[in-house]
């Protein structure tokens, strides 16, 4: 080709990058910059689809104030019991992940399709499965009314703190079971640790417990946040997410407004989780 000859190598691989890019770029935009738009264009409007066409009513923040002033109950009521569960999977699952990817990096018989059971959840299990799991009570721990936990929960804690408590618990192997992705990050990212440092602390004469804190804990850091904010916007999205299902409604105006609302908050969420990464990254760049 000529045409190449003619230009200098710099501009051609520009060229061969923006035509690998291309296809992503224009599936971005025809199918998530698109309705992205036109969802906050709708919660600024009153939408009503009628034969001929759709009608758009500019009525401003009028469904944002509803969601959050007038009937807040809709959001308050349903959100804050959902953050409150999230705040106790959260660390569960990353605990969870942690521990299992480190045995699973152990050398045993049988490794490899233990580390193929703890993954296939994550390509079987579909949202209505989980939450088929969930009404039909297949998540929860059979110790949990043996030992009648239920009861102690409402007997010494606030009810706005046993009831996330006990919904936790009653979709408590569903969580772990949806932890396959957190496992995967955490094996690859102890796979990355040297293992010359691990035999110099054997070496020094290091216990397991005192490597683990020195060594695996502070290397696998960024992993960890990494899951954090895996697992946080998992959460989210969860089937048995309340939100979810105020948001799929016949009312598109106030439907997109409250998507919006949610998105901001999970935003939020992102952002303080980058914060707090940054900041202990900074903590722990000196020490290393």
């Known amino acids: ?16 990058g923006s035509l690998f890019i291309a296809p992503w770029v224009f599936g971005f935009l025809a199918f998530v910059a698109f309705p992205l738009g036109y969802s906050l264009y709708m919660s600024f409007h009153q939408v009503k689809i009628t034969v001929k066409a759709v009608d758009y009513t500019f009525i401003g923040f009028r469904h944002y104030r509803e969601i959050l002033v007038s009937n807040g109950s809709l959001l308050y009521e349903q959100l804050i019991p959902f953050l409150l569960e999230s705040a106790i999977m959260i660390p569960i699952i990353l605990i969870f ?7 699973l990096n152990l050398r045993f018989p049988g490794r490899t399709l233990f580390r193929v059971i703890f993954f296939l959840p994550v390509i079987f299990a579909s949202g ?8 039909q009570g297949e998540g929860s721990l059979s110790i949990m009314k043996t030992l009648r936990i239920d ?14 408590i006990q919904k936790v618990m009653n979709s408590f192997v569903l969580v772990l079971w ?43 850091v960024p992993y960890i946040f990494l899951n954090l904010m895996y697992t946080v916007v ?20 106030s439907s997109s407004a409250l998507a919006w609302i949610y998105f901001s908050i999970i935003l939020t969420f992102v952002l303080l989780i980058m ?9 722990l760049s000196g020490k290393r």
């Open 1 to 16: 080709m000529k045409w190449k000859e003619k230009l200098d190598p710099g501009t051609l691989r520009k060229i061969e």
């Open 275 to 283: 914060l707090l990464f940054n900041r202990v990254d900074k903590s």
């Open 178 to 220: 949806y932890s396959g992705v957190q496992i995967l990050i955490f094996l690859a990212g102890r796979q990355t640790l040297p293992a010359s440092v691990y035999e110099a602390s054997r070496i020094d004469g290091s216990s397991p417990w005192n490597t683990f804190w020195k060594i695996t804990l502070p290397g696998l």
């Open 97 to 103: 992940s942690l521990l299992v990817a480190i045995l």
């Open 151 to 164: 009861d102690y929960l409402q007997q010494y804690l606030p009810e706005s703190w046993a009831s996330p």
């Open 234 to 253: 998992d959460l989210f999205t969860f089937p048995s997410n309340p939100i979810i299902s105020q948001v799929n409604t016949s009312n598109y105006g």
């Open 128 to 135: 209505q499965i989980v939450q088929e799991f969930i009404a």
